[in-house]
């Protein structure tokens, strides 16, 4: 697994080390990069003909400088056989917790990520949204419905009328059937699925948290805030500056 960071196209340019990476490589069961550490792994020569994903950032330059890939930034991560490549810090948690999955199993890996209190796992081809920990999956086509509107725009107006309206439902019905199928109401899924957007925006972005607020759904920085705080224990700019130092580590 290799890391990018500010230092990654120094060192893709260092052939002592590319040359060490394409010999361990080679023998490597799996390939695996987060954030720009893919630049390594295409200066190594091992990446060569895959599809593979990066920071937003970084994807116009990983296409001019190495046409031999097929660059595609929107998933969170990419396999393509036995290489894995994921976009920033936290697409980073995504891909582990994949390779988790994939080395002991889909219970395992649920495991983890309870342990290290990640609210969300999300499948890599997902770059808008994510699938939930801490609820369960949609049984029927109304309620899969509502969870699919809600994470393709957490922004968006989501009321209880709107989403019943989507649902062909009543809110009352609506209110009774998510709540049994997904194991929460409608009002607290919303607002788990606005704060893992929030979340993202925060860590790989440098809006203003009231734009971020505002994209999100939650309309004031004070009401993102509060959200925060109940359901992360921290403020969203200590959120934002633990992820911020993280990055520069890596």
Do not use: K, N
């Amino acid at each position: 697994m290799v890391a990018g960071g500010g230092g990654v196209d120094d060192a893709a340019a260092d052939a002592a080390l590319t040359g060490w990476i394409a010999a361990a490589g080679t023998a490597a069961r799996r390939v695996t990069s987060v954030c720009s550490g893919v630049f390594l792994l295409a200066a190594a020569g091992l990446i060569t003909g895959c599809r593979v994903t990066t920071h937003w950032s970084r994807a116009a330059q990983l296409a001019r400088e190495h046409p031999e890939l097929t660059v595609d930034c929107d998933p969170i991560f990419i396999r393509d056989g036995r290489v894995w490549t994921s976009a920033g810090v936290t697409a980073g948690m995504d891909l582990a917790l994949a390779l988790v999955e994939d080395d002991l199993g889909r219970a395992a890996a649920h495991a983890v990520a309870q342990e290290l209190v990640l609210f969300l796992r999300r499948p890599g081809s997902q770059s808008q949204f994510s699938v939930p920990l801490w609820s369960r999956q949609p049984a029927t086509d109304p309620i899969r419905a509502v969870v699919s509107a809600v994470h393709a725009g957490p922004g968006a107006r989501h009321a209880l009328s709107d989403l019943a309206g989507r649902a062909g439902l009543s809110p009352r019905q609506l209110q009774r059937r998510f709540t049994a199928e997904i194991g929460m109401p409608p009002a607290g899924y919303v607002e788990r699925v606005r704060i893992e957007a929030a979340r993202r925006a925060l860590a790989e972005g440098d809006d203003p948290v009231d734009v971020i607020a505002r994209r999100c759904g939650f309309g004031t920085a004070e009401t993102l805030r509060r959200a925060f705080h109940r359901h992360l224990g921290v403020a969203p700019s200590d959120y934002r500056d633990r992820f911020q130092s993280l990055q520069e580590q890596i």
